[in-house]
């Protein structure tokens, strides 16, 4: 019997090494060549195309006047300090248009850091191609819940995003509908950043001058740019009422906003349900709320019948001092505690949706307890008739319960040092201050959002700026060492 390698007589090997050959080609190219004909494919098959809009003229301009104003019609952009003061004014695809004109510097820069942000934690190219792929497939009708003046407002604003430095990376409307979507897609990950942030309200005498307050720190580990780079919008749409909100250069939604009624509020995330791969942005909805509320029940009926995409906590205050806090969770009623006073708000939920496995884990493995345990202290502990400063003071708190020494940056705290933005709202005189970073330790500037807010409004470089001082801590010996340190942080979220 022949050998098992032996060719048969006047046939030699070579055809056979050749076939092999041809077959370990083959399947190379199969290995290579599927995942590229499969990111194509993905490419094809989840593209999202804008809706047609009209055409919308204009460039912006140098002031004469003021050189470090650029001016596009009713719409402005300057440097309030630290802080990026833009108005946006018009019906929704004007205001798409003045947007990313007004700030497209802003814009690319914004985006190019997060990018970096993604290279660098992400430094092999085809995962970050399968990880664009997944996200591309899993979010593919992530726009379908999005209304019609949304969607144009953001085609307009993709249109004048040119030219577009990142059009390799995704469709410029494909591309401003995911960070539409941002925060939605941030907090359906388990572990997501946002599950971090502290309000509370104060009302009924417990505020200067019998006011009302609602204040919050917006924590956000997505790096330096939505706190360096943050702006405050101010956002005169055709047929809404005027708002302001606190946010960065490409979103006019809202997570932490007033509008000229003196209805203020604030998002926190929470988890319960399973999130929804497509539905209304909570910034959207959040934006139609300032848009068209002018009262805290009303706020809430506007609420009531829109499903939302992931879990999270509306806190609302109005002129009135109506306090409110809405839990919010997918194909689930919503669920509504009013308050007067002094009221917290962590990130846990404690409704209906209380004991649900999704917040029963936030409980657990999150300070969400430790940060209200020690915001109830600090709110029991303020004198009737607390000054500006002393809200500041609880936004910057970074000791323990019962005012126990903590390392700083220790994620049981008020203030981590990881917050994106800080901000009060007064909705009695319908003030805000904005932190100036980093984080809450730079100076918090008052904006009159009432007066910048009105239509006959005229922006002057002569205008004073008022702060609350910056937090002694920034200048210290402490925070230097801290930095040097790699900025660590102590616990979890």
């Not at 430095?165 to 997501?192: G, K, M, N, Q, W």
């Not at 806190?315 to 194909?331: F, N, S, T, Y």
């Not at 936030?362 to 307890?369: A, G, M, R």
Request: glycine share 8%; with cysteine.
């Amino acid at each position: 019997m022949p050998s098992r390698t032996a060719a048969p007589e006047g046939q030699s090997l070579a055809p056979r090494s050749s076939r092999r050959r041809r077959w370990a080609l083959g399947i190379a190219l199969a290995l290579f060549g599927l995942p590229v004909l499969a990111h194509h494919g993905i490419d094809c098959a989840t593209r999202i195309a804008p809706p047609p809009i009209a055409q919308t003229p204009g460039e912006p301009a140098i002031s004469p006047e003021d050189p470090g104003l650029r001016v596009l019609g009713p719409a402005y952009a300057r440097k309030r300090g630290a802080i990026l003061e833009v108005r946006l004014a018009g019906n929704f695809e004007e205001i798409g248009h003045q947007h990313s004109r007004l700030l497209y510097p802003e814009m690319v820069a914004n985006e190019g850091v997060l990018y970096e942000q993604f290279n660098r934690f992400v430094p092999v190219a085809p995962l970050r191609w399968l990880i664009m792929d997944l996200s591309r497939l899993q979010f593919r009708r992530v726009d379908q819940g999005m209304t019609d003046e949304r969607r144009r407002e953001i085609a307009a604003e993709a249109r004048g995003f040119s030219p577009d430095p990142y059009a390799d990376v995704l469709p410029t409307y494909h591309r401003f509908v995911f960070l539409h979507s941002l925060y939605d897609i941030a907090l359906s990950f388990e572990h997501s950043p946002l599950i971090g942030c502290t309000s509370f309200s104060l009302g009924d005498g417990a505020f200067e001058d019998g006011h009302t307050v609602l204040a919050r720190n917006f924590d956000f580990e997505a790096g330096s740019i939505f706190d360096t780079g943050k702006a405050v919008f101010l956002v005169r749409e055709d047929g809404r009422i005027p708002y302001a909100s606190v946010a960065w250069p490409g979103l006019a939604g809202a997570l932490s906003g007033m509008n000229a009624e003196g209805v203020a509020l604030v998002v926190h995330g929470a988890r319960a349900r399973e999130p929804k791969p497509a539905g209304e942005p909570v910034v959207h909805t959040m934006r139609e709320v300032l848009g068209r509320a002018r009262t805290t029940a009303e706020a809430i009926e506007l609420l009531r019948p829109r499903d939302p995409m992931v879990s999270h906590m509306v806190m609302l205050a109005d002129a009135h001092g109506d306090v409110a806090i809405v839990e919010r969770a997918p194909g689930a009623p919503i669920h509504v505690r009013q308050g007067r006073g002094k009221v917290p708000l962590t990130n846990h939920l404690e409704g209906p949706l209380a004991a649900d496995p999704a917040n029963l884990r936030v409980e657990k493995v999150t300070s969400t307890h430790a940060r209200r345990k020690r915001l109830d202290e600090l709110l029991e502990n303020l004198p009737p008739g607390a000054s500006v400063e002393r809200v500041v003071g609880v936004l910057r708190d970074r000791k323990g319960s019962g005012g126990t020494s903590r390392p700083l940056g220790d994620r049981c705290t008020i203030d981590a040092l990881i917050a994106t933005h800080g901000v009060m709202m007064d909705t009695t005189a319908k003030v805000m201050w904005v932190s100036e970073g980093p984080h809450l330790l730079g100076r918090f500037l008052r904006f009159d959002i009432g007066r910048l807010l009105d239509p006959a409004y005229v922006p002057s470089k002569d205008e004073p700026i008022f702060a609350v001082p910056e937090d002694p801590l920034l200048r210290s010996t402490e925070y230097d060492a801290w930095l040097k340190a790699g900025s660590p942080h102590q616990g979890e979220q």
